[in-house]
């Protein structure tokens, strides 16, 4: 061995890098069935049900992917910033959760053309927006690959956990961007609320709920936050909900 062998993080991130060309490739090949039908022959309302929702997990695994690569990027202290308003991080990650959700919804949430549509729209959905004026129009420096991560991983787990509501806050005070991601689902025990930023570590007891989550989304928000100079404080107790609070200083 020597000190010129990649590391193994960076034979993963390899392999991990070369599932984009396969992905894309089925993505490629639904949308062409799909859109280009004179030339691929008629669909079935079935057919067209089944291959949309081939297309919509091809774009969540592209998302993972990359969300993989992004913390290979963080760890090497790359940063790549970008002027976004947050409007368009919080929108973004809606359509993102959504899509997989419930795709008529995410569909409406493309469609709204102010917050107040917005709002109304995901209310019916069990989800409250709470963002003052100034804050959903602001302009942020933020890398936001890194910052879209963070985000929609709290908002996918507040959907995993939650009875029936997710509330998303947001506000820009004294240059930093603080974003509140609460549901009112069965909380975190306070003795494992150390333990859920830890890999690997999951809070279900039973074997399903060990092979459906692997306890790795909230160790790399931290990743993420602490190259970024932000943190994370979580308030939740047993039977409480849980309520994930992330500031991330503006630049
Ligand atoms: N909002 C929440 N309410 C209750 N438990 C949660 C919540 N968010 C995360 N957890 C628990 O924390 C553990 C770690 O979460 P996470 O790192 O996101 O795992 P995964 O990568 O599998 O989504 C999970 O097993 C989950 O049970
Ligand atoms: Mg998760």
């Keep these: 061995m020597t000190d010129k062998m990649p590391d193994t993080n960076i034979k993963t991130e390899i392999l991990i890098h070369d599932l984009k060309v396969p992905i894309s490739v089925i993505n490629a090949g639904a949308r062409s069935l799909l859109e280009r039908q004179d030339t691929y022959g008629p669909l079935t309302e079935k ?7 081939i297309v919509r997990n091809t774009l969540a695994t592209q998302r993972l992917v990359n969300d993989v690569l992004e913390l290979g990027r963080s760890r090497e202290g790359v940063h790549i910033c970008s002027q ?4 368009s991080l919080v929108v973004g990650v809606l359509v993102e959760v959504f899509d997989l959700a419930d795709p008529g919804v995410a ?13 109304d729209v995901i209310e019916k959905a069990g989800v409250c927006l709470n963002f003052a004026q100034q804050t959903w129009e602001a302009s942020v420096c933020l890398d936001a690959a890194k910052v879209r991560q963070i985000l929609r991983n709290l908002v996918t787990n507040a959907f995993k956990h939650r009875a029936a509501r997710v509330d998303i806050r947001g506000l820009i005070q004294e240059n ?5 991601v609460k549901d009112d689902g069965r909380g975190i025990p306070r003795s494992d609320q150390q333990r859920i930023f830890e890999t690997y570590f999951t809070t279900g007891g ?3 709920d060990a092979i459906q989550s692997h306890g790795l989304g909230l160790a790399g928000v931290m990743v993420l936050l602490r190259d970024m100079g932000g943190e994370l404080v979580l308030d939740s107790d047993s039977g409480q909900g849980a309520e994930f609070k992330v500031v991330i200083p503006l630049l």
Aim: aromatic share 10%; net charge positive; hydrophobic share 45%.
């Design 107 to 119: 569909d409406d949430i493309r469609k709204a053309q102010t917050y107040a549509q917005l709002q």
């Design 206 to 208: 039973s074997i399903e």
């Design 176 to 180: 930093r961007l603080t974003l509140w």
């Design 47 to 53: 057919q067209i049900k089944v291959l949309k929702r």
């Design 84 to 87: 976004f308003t947050v409007a």
